[in-house]
């Protein structure tokens, strides 16, 4: 059921990659509001995945860019505007990518030009997007800005690597252009922290399988989903959350609150009752 919660708004998604992704999601969804937007992602992205079908659903235009590189952010801004006839309202940055973690490297054991390229991948990517359309003008005041995190940034999880470190530094961007964008044009910057989701990027993390059975049972309302995700993402470019800004927004079922559930402890009981017998 659609609100017409973006009635009348227009936004650029960063980072759909296929059907799976989170951005893909946030795209069908803000279609469905009554959204105008333009998508972006990388060229190689492009050319792998299908995003001009999701393009043609929500008459949208797809405008290449890589993230890292302020040139191609900034045509990703000034073409936007054109498309859509003015400053944009929100915009999403849903992009992360390890190499560290695509070829193995263990967090004792880092490639520091990888590292530098997660960072700036996955985090400073953020920066610069602020950092263009700040100077562009580019966002309506009451705007709404959008990146994805994981709590990984807060709490160490076995196998999540470098990217922990990048979300990290994601989350603090939030805050510090955050403070800047909300005195001086009234737009706010949040960062939404989502419970482990099975795309493109969620598959690469190091035992996702078990660590998504290990936070769906700890969790009071079970692991939230890609397209549950996607309608907070939705909700936050809204107007019905103007004052939420500088905001690390956990989505997760209730995870980042607990220490131990029932049905994690049920798991372990087994599991070690097995062990004492067996030793
Ligand atoms: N999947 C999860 O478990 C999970 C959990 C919490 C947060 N997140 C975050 O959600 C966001 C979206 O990831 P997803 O899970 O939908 O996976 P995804 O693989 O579908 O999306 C990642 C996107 O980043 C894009 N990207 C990579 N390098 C880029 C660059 N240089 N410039 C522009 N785009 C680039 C990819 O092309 C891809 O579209 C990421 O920030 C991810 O860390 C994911």
Redesign the pocket.
């Known amino acids: 059921m659609a609100y017409n919660l973006l009635k009348g708004k227009r936004g650029i998604i960063?980072?759909?990659?296929?059907e799976?992704?989170?951005?893909?999601k946030v795209a069908e969804i803000a279609f469905e509001e009554g959204a105008i937007f333009t998508l972006?992602?990388?060229p190689?992205?492009l050319r792998f995945?299908e995003i001009n079908e999701l393009a043609k659903k929500c008459n949208a235009t797809v405008i290449p860019?890589?993230?890292?590189?302020v040139d191609?952010l900034t045509h990703v801004f000034t073409e936007s505007m054109k498309i859509l006839g003015g400053k944009v309202d929100f915009i999403l940055?849903?992009?992360?990518?390890s190499l560290n973690v695509r070829k193995k490297r263990v967090y004792n054991d880092l490639d520091y030009n990888y590292l530098n390229k997660t960072l700036?991948?996955?985090s400073i990517?953020f920066h610069k997007m602020l950092q263009v359309a700040f100077k562009l003008d580019a966002i309506n005041q009451w705007g709404s800005v959008v990146?994805?995190?994981?709590?990984a940034a807060q709490r160490t999880l076995y196998g999540y690597n470098d990217?922990a470190d990048?979300?990290a530094l994601?989350e603090s961007i939030a805050r510090s252009f955050g403070y800047i964008y909300g005195r001086e044009r009234k737009i706010r910057i949040n960062t939404?922290?989502?419970?482990?989701?099975?795309?493109?990027?969620?598959?690469?993390?190091k035992g996702?399988g078990s660590l998504?059975d290990f936070t769906d049972r700890m969790s009071p309302l079970g692991n939230a989903d890609?397209h549950e995700?996607a309608q907070y993402c939705v909700t936050m470019f809204s107007d019905l959350t103007r004052k939420v800004t500088m905001q690390n927004l956990f989505h997760d079922g209730g995870f980042s609150s607990m220490g131990m559930s029932l049905r994690a402890m049920n798991i372990y009981d087994k599991n070690l009752e097995q062990k004492l017998n067996g030793d």
Not at 93 to 97: A, F, K, Q, R, V
Request: proline residues 2%; aromatic residues 6%.
């Open positions: 960063f980072g759909a990659l296929d799976n992704s989170i951005a893909w972006s992602n990388t190689t992205a995945g860019a890589d993230a890292t590189s191609d940055h849903s992009i992360g990518m700036d991948i996955s990517s990146a994805l995190s994981y709590i990217m990048a979300k994601l939404i922290s989502q419970s482990p989701t099975l795309t493109t990027a969620g598959s690469g993390v996702v998504m890609a995700c």
